[in-house]
C-alpha cells in the first residue's frame, strides 16, 4: 500500500510538470500568434479570421486531492484534452508561419519585376485616359502615358520579365513588350531602334531601345508607355516613383 502511494505520488508529480510544461507551450505559441499579426500585415496578408482561441479545461490547473479512480480519469481526460488542443494550436501557427514565408518569398519576386521606374528621361504630356487625338482629331482612350523626349534617348526597362515581342505594331511604330509576371506587362512604342530580342531575360534598368518618332500615329519624338496587369490596362503614373532616378538603376 505504501509503495502503490509512493507510485500515486510520483506520477501526480510527472502529470503536473507535463501540464505545466504544456502550458508553457501554449503561452509561447500565443506570443508567437499575436506576432505573426504583424508579419501577416508586413507581407500583405489578410489577418487570420476567427482565430482559435483554447480556454483551458479548470481542472488541469487543480492539484489532484483525491487519487481515486473518478478523480483521476477526469484529470486524464482533461489533460488529454488540452494536449491536443495546444497541438493543434501549434499546427494552425506553424501553417500561419509557412503561409507568411511563401508570401513574403513571393514578394521578393513581385518587386524585382513590377513596374517601378520611369523608363526615360523627359516630361509627360499626354496622361492616360479619354483625349482628343492630335492626329485622328476626335476623342479616343489613351492607354498610357507620352513622354516627351529627343529621338536617341535610353530606354530602359522598368522592371526584371522577359522580352515578349519587339517589331513593328500598326500605329504603335517600332514597338517593345516585355512580360514581368505577376500578370504585368509594359509596351514601348515609337521607338528609333531597340536593344533587345524577343525571349531575353532582362531586369529592371537594362538598356532596351532608344526613343523614336515612328509609326503613322506619332506626332513627334516621344515614348509611348503603357502598362498593364492582366490584360487590363493601368495608369503607368502609378508605376513611376519619382523618388527612384533613372540613374540609380540604370545599367550601363
Not at 62 to 70: N, V
Not at 124 to 140: N, Q, V, Y
Not at 182 to 191: D, E
Request: charged share 25%; hydrophobic share 35%; proline share 3%.
Amino acid at each position: 500500500m505504501k509503495s502503490l502511494k509512493n507510485s500515486n505520488k510520483l506520477l501526480k508529480e510527472k502529470f503536473e510538470q507535463l501540464v505545466e510544461r504544456y502550458q508553457q507551450l501554449d503561452e509561447t505559441v500565443t506570443r508567437l500568434n499575436e506576432q505573426s499579426k504583424d508579419l501577416r500585415l508586413k507581407a500583405n496578408l489578410e489577418p487570420k479570421q476567427n482565430e482559435i482561441n483554447f480556454g483551458i479545461g479548470g481542472s488541469v490547473f487543480e492539484p489532484i486531492e483525491s487519487f481515486s479512480a473518478g478523480k483521476i480519469s477526469s484529470f486524464l481526460k482533461d489533460v488529454n484534452s488540452y494536449v491536443d488542443q495546444v497541438s493543434l494550436k501549434v499546427k494552425l501557427e506553424k501553417n500561419n508561419y509557412s503561409e507568411i514565408t511563401y508570401t513574403l518569398k513571393q514578394n521578393e519576386s513581385l518587386f524585382d519585376v513590377i513596374p517601378a521606374i520611369r523608363p526615360c528621361e523627359g516630361t509627360i504630356s499626354d496622361d492616360f485616359g479619354m483625349r482628343f487625338h492630335p492626329i485622328l482629331k476626335f476623342s479616343r482612350m489613351h492607354n498610357g502615358i507620352d513622354i516627351i523626349t529627343d529621338v536617341g534617348t535610353k530606354v530602359y526597362a522598368p522592371g526584371g520579365g522577359v522580352v515578349e515581342s519587339v517589331g513593328w505594331k500598326g500605329g504603335y511604330g517600332l514597338t517593345v513588350e516585355i512580360s514581368h509576371g505577376f500578370g504585368y506587362k509594359t509596351l514601348f512604342a515609337h521607338l528609333e531602334n531597340t536593344k533587345v530580342k524577343q525571349g531575353q531575360k532582362i531586369s529592371r534598368g537594362e538598356l532596351i531601345a532608344y526613343s523614336g518618332n515612328s509609326g503613322r500615329l506619332s506626332s513627334g519624338p516621344h515614348l509611348h508607355y503603357e502598362v498593364q496587369h492582366n490584360g487590363v490596362t493601368l495608369d503607368p503614373i502609378n508605376f513611376i516613383y519619382d523618388d527612384v532616378k533613372i540613374f540609380e538603376v540604370a545599367k550601363k
